[in-house]
């Protein structure tokens, strides 16, 4: 479970289900992070997402941005 003032960042998998509430399963390489269960994750489920964890809620970052383009 992520704590306060930690970032989470990966793949927004699938939700789980436990007697004390639901949650999103966070995948990162081999590693994976519950965090509770928002309405706004289902629209980026199997998609990149990061957020900052604040007391009882998470400040998302949902999909990857664009960087600066340069062109030639």
Known sequence: ??????????????????SSGKY??????????????????????GRQVSGLVRGSGIFWDLGRKRGPVIST
């Open 1 to 18: 479970m992520a704590e306060s003032g930690e970032r989470i960042s990966g793949t927004s998998v699938s939700p789980c289900s436990w």
């Open 24 to 45: 999103a399963l966070v995948e990162r390489s081999r590693e994976f992070t519950l965090v509770p269960w928002r309405p706004v994750i289902e629209k980026a489920l």
